[in-house]
């Protein structure tokens, strides 16, 4: 077939397809495919050529040819996604559904017909996810499962296979600790002394007052964790706050030494932290401080610098409307009690209240570690520091 012959095959089948004569369409196509000239323009031709006449398994295979060329074709994605629909193979098409919404993020600016198809697709898939959550959901309860009474693990499983949950992992901005769990909030359980460190939430408030009242002993968060990553071996990006002095700290100890005057006043604060497992590293760890957050403050979504750590808060001032993100676990700070989490995990905190949020914040050792291993750690944290001194 000459190339004047596969052009006047292809014009004259868009004319047939244009006149709703798949049939004609078809042969006229699929004389381009049998002389070996098919591009995909031509595959492409031809599955709405097949959709148009009803058989829907050759335009899923005609467009799986498009697909072959050129996986990224936004209308070939959307042909697949909805043939595969029309079949019955729901689970097939929402592969195609979601990678169109990787392709095209954002409809704003769009043609008004183009927009309209593809916001068409986003929702057949979220009708179709719908569809496998609630079948999914529906099964494992016939096997047992009960939201609020089976295994949390299992639920968020459940969660994550279904999109309701995103999956999180730890994502340490220096320093990763292989074979390490990926846990957002530890049971605390893990760790005895929190009754003893909870115990003293009222002395601690009383050494903290005077102190805020004062407002001289708080500077800028940010700025020592800027400090704070020359320390590590790499990191890139960092903590983002609505306003610098939105987020603040004072510290009692800072980088392992305690910090004078400030940590004179607070010896009970500092006496309940007596039995507590603290990171201890040689000029960096443990450090101690009360992290104050303004009403209307929002730290976006970080993550910490060393999974080899866990970190602690105690809520000790909490208005109402202050949150704290942990992966996909939001929890709202309760004076006293303290939580412990993997602040390697994507986490973001939200002061939406109409007073201050303080709380105190200290680094314990991962529990899963062995002694030797923190003793090497900390060997290895102290090299990049003398190192860096060199």
Same mark, same amino acid.
């Given at each position: ?11 004259? /089948? ?18 381009? !495919? ?36 050129? &996986? #990224? ?35 704003? /600016? ?11 697709? %986003? ?18 309860? @016939? ?18 296979? =279904? /999109?309701? @949950? ?14 390490? &769990? ?13 009754? =003893? ?26 700025? !020592? ?31 392992? @030494? ?21 990171? =201890? ?19 976006? &979504? ?16 909490? &208005? ?10 939001? %929890? ?24 201050? %949020? ?9 529990? #899963? ?12 944290? =102290? ?8």
């Amino acid at each position: 077939m000459s190339q004047a012959a596969i052009d006047a095959a292809g014009q004259a /089948g868009m004319q047939a397809l244009r006149a709703g004569d798949p049939a004609t369409a078809i042969g006229k196509f699929q004389s381009i !495919v049998a002389a070996g000239a098919a591009d995909s323009a031509v595959w492409l031709a031809l599955s709405m050529a097949y959709q148009a006449a009803g058989d829907r398994q050759s335009e899923v295979a005609a467009v799986t040819q498009v697909l072959e060329y050129d &996986p #990224d074709n936004i209308r070939a994605n959307l042909i697949k996604a909805d043939a595969l629909v029309a079949l019955g193979r729901r689970r097939a098409a929402m592969g195609f559904y979601a990678h169109l919404e990787v392709l095209v993020p954002d409809l704003v /600016g769009l043609p008004p017909q183009i927009a309209a198809e593809l916001n068409r697709a %986003r929702e057949a898939h979220a009708k179709l996810k719908q569809g496998l959550s609630d079948y999914l959901l529906a099964e494992v309860e @016939k096997a047992g499962f009960h939201p609020a009474r089976s295994s949390r693990r299992f639920g968020d499983s459940l969660d994550i296979l =279904t /999109g309701r @949950k995103q999956r999180y992992v730890p994502t340490p901005r220096a320093y990763f600790f292989p074979e390490l &769990p990926a846990i957002e909030f530890y049971d605390r359980a893990r760790f005895p002394w929190l009754d =003893t460190v909870e115990a003293a939430t009222d002395d601690m408030c009383s050494e903290l007052l005077p102190i805020l009242e004062e407002g001289t002993h708080f500077g800028p968060y940010i700025e !020592v964790e800027a400090e704070k990553s020359s320390h590590v071996v790499a990191s890139s990006g960092k903590e983002q706050v609505s306003a610098v002095d939105d987020w603040t700290a004072a510290y009692l100890i800072r980088d392992g @030494k305690r910090q004078t005057p400030l940590a004179e006043r607070c010896p009970k604060t500092l006496a309940a932290l007596d039995g507590v497992p603290l990171e =201890t590293i040689e000029g960096r760890a443990p450090f101690v401080l009360f992290s104050k957050l303004t009403p209307g403050a929002w730290i976006a &979504p970080h993550t910490g610098f060393l999974n080899s750590r866990l970190v602690c808060h105690l809520p000790l001032l909490v &208005p109402d409307g202050c949150w704290f993100r942990v992966g996909n676990q939001v %929890r709202l700070w309760e004076r006293g009690k303290v939580w412990v989490f993997d602040d390697t995990i994507e986490h973001e905190a939200r002061n939406q209240g109409t007073g201050t %949020r303080v709380v105190l914040i200290f680094n314990i050792w991962h529990p #899963d570690l062995t002694e030797e291993e923190r003793h090497l750690v900390a060997a290895l944290m =102290t090299a990049v520091e003398t190192f860096e001194a060199g």
